[in-house]
């Protein structure tokens, strides 16, 4: 309820300062939740500045060249990092969401919720794990394991495909996928899962006295939440394409334009600055990798920035009519 | 007539705590049958015994037996989808899938059992929709969401949609309770009209409802069934003593 204070302080003397003291309060916070917005502004202003010699150099060429010679000719190209970027991502959106789905799922549909807690917990746990130790376990347990174990397989069952033919090092293209898909898996099935819990149960009610099987009931809830689901699937490739440290720990830093097989290295944007921003000795190197970096913001920013607005869109509208 | 459903000794927990105590009664085919009962009386919960709604509840359990056209429905090897499918239910609040349109959420249990083809679809939504008097008023907006109706008419599309599947007998629980007069006025028309072909058992609070709509009427008291008969007799007549100052406003 509102109501009008207008005389308050002839009433209450001591309300004045009390009011001063909400007001001086007020600016404070304000300024600082400016700060969030000047610090973003201030990174994209200094990228651009960093990058402007290398934007003045190449131009558009530097997104669609395929070159990288620091060394002689001194040509930056950045497609086959912006490639690698989005196939590693994409192979990690491939194995964690399905994944992530039957988290979010069994969290709230299937495991009683006394148990599920211990569960959430640990997948959020995972999430606080630091990347570079997702990069150690990476290259001392996963990379044997699989080279050992699951590669040599692979190519024997399906060499036939191009894909997964070739020399096998461990580290590559898949198991930086794999890698990744471990890392998104946190954020996105707890995403899910909160999508999940707050479909009402008047709605699995409605399709279960239609004579909904559990598996029908399950659809139901992901069809009531599907656009956010889509919302949580671009968070996590948003997560997958800044991944820096357990990247390049796994995946063989080579550049090349496109790599021979799943089981070849390959390169990154995040990955190259992370490696050779200490070797870049002269301005034009320094600068590209600087672009490099201009592009990869970019692009996080606008997918993220899209999966939040999904995910919020869908959970104001579902508990809106959760609500009624 | 037959007995639609015949109710043996039926006992209902939540966890620990008993909610149904020694359910015993025959309801009535193509009738309506009201259940009434102050708040906490175990009404809502005896009507999910019915279809077997009440075990989706990971704490719920059931004893006894509920026998439809004979066949027991607790019996062992009884799916629990399939007597949904033949026992339908309406409830309390309208619930709508409000991410399908009207003609999806109609169709919506006629997908589970694998209808495709667009002409039978078609010709159900119509049927359907005529059955709850709905059609006129959405013939034009079909593909609008469900969401998108006023209370009364969502509810009325959850007639439509839980008749669409055909089910032999309707649940109705406290189905006018969110809407208003009007509304509810139109829905009671509705269940009138429905109980020609259909068995209904209807949970109400508003006993001049019951009055209204039922041809028999049970009394609830405390997880115990107190009084069971033809309608006009419970509310003329009543033979227990607690009926009686139920029915006249003594106690609710």
Not at chain 1, 204 to 217: C, D, P, Q, S, Y
Not at chain 1, 236 to 248: C, H
Not at chain 2, 193 to 204: D, E, F, R
Request: glycine share 8%.
């Amino acid at each position: 309820m509102k109501v009008k204070y207008k005389n308050k302080h002839t009433v209450f003397p001591y309300l004045k300062w009390l009011i001063i003291g909400d007001n001086i309060f007020k600016i404070i916070s304000a300024l600082f939740a400016s700060t969030i917005l000047l610090l973003l502004g201030l990174m994209v202003y200094e990228l651009i500045k960093g990058s402007w010699l290398s934007i003045q150099t190449f131009g558009l060429d530097f997104i669609l060249g395929t070159k990288w010679d620091p060394a002689i000719s001194k040509v930056f190209g950045a497609l086959p990092l912006i490639l690698g970027t989005a196939v590693t991502s994409a192979i990690a959106l491939l194995i964690g969401v399905p994944i992530s789905l039957g988290v979010g799922l069994a969290l709230s549909e299937y495991i009683p919720k006394r148990y599920g807690f211990v569960i959430s917990f640990l997948v959020e746990l995972l999430a606080a794990v630091p990347s570079v130790i997702y990069g150690l376990w990476g290259m001392f347990v996963l990379i044997p394991f699989l080279r050992d174990y699951i590669y040599s397989h692979i190519r024997a069952l399906f060499g036939f495909i191009p894909i997964f033919s070739g020399p096998i090092y461990g580290g590559g293209v898949l198991t930086a996928g794999i890698v990744l898909a471990i890392m998104i898996i946190p954020t996105v099935s707890a995403v899910m899962r909160d999508l999940f819990m707050i479909v009402p149960n008047s709605q699995r009610e409605a399709i279960i006295a239609l004579g909904a099987t559990k598996l029908e009931t399950v659809k139901t809830v992901v069809s009531y939440t599907r656009s956010g689901v889509i919302g949580a699937i671009i968070l996590g490739l948003g997560r997958a394409i800044g991944e820096t440290m357990a990247v390049t720990m796994v995946i063989g830093n080579r550049f090349q334009v496109w790599p021979s097989s799943l089981f070849d290295a390959w390169y990154t944007m995040s990955a190259i600055i992370a490696n050779e921003l200490l070797e870049a000795t002269y301005d034009l190197y320094v600068s590209a990798l600087m672009n490099v970096a201009l592009a990869l913001l970019f692009i996080t920013l606008v997918i993220n920035i899209l999966s939040r607005l999904i995910v919020w869109r869908t959970l104001r509208l579902v508990r809106g009519i959760a609500k009624e | 007539m037959a007995p639609k459903l015949e109710v043996e000794d039926l006992n209902a927990w939540f966890g620990t705590k008993q909610v149904l105590k020694n359910i015993n009664i025959k309801i009535e085919e193509n009738a309506v049958t009201a259940i009434i009962g102050p708040s906490g009386c175990g009404k809502t919960t005896f009507l999910r015994c019915l279809n077997r709604m009440h075990e989706i509840n990971p704490d719920a359990r059931v004893s006894g037996k509920v026998l439809f056209n004979g066949l027991n429905i607790y019996g062992n090897g009884v799916d629990p989808v399939m007597i949904r499918k033949k026992i339908g239910m309406v409830f309390q609040k309208p619930n709508p899938f409000p991410m399908m349109s009207i003609y999806d959420n109609v169709v919506a249990g006629l997908k589970l059992n694998g209808v495709r083809d667009k002409k039978s679809l078609d010709a159900v939504v119509r049927r359907s929709l005529e059955l709850v008097n709905l059609w006129d008023e959405v013939k034009d907006d079909l593909n609008k969401s469900g969401a998108s109706l006023s209370g009364g008419q969502q509810q009325r599309l959850c007639i439509a949609r839980a008749l669409a599947v055909e089910p032999e007998v309707l649940l109705m629980d406290e189905p006018c309770s969110a809407l208003d007069p009007i509304s509810t006025a139109k829905i009671e028309v509705l269940i009138r009209k429905l109980a020609k072909t259909y068995t209904i058992v209807i949970v109400t609070h508003n006993m001049q409802q019951a009055a209204r709509v039922s041809d028999y009427t049970a009394f609830f008291y405390l997880g115990e069934l107190i009084e069971y008969g033809p309608t006009k007799q419970i509310f003329e007549n009543p033979k227990h003593e607690l009926t009686e100052k139920y029915i006249t406003g003594k106690f609710g």
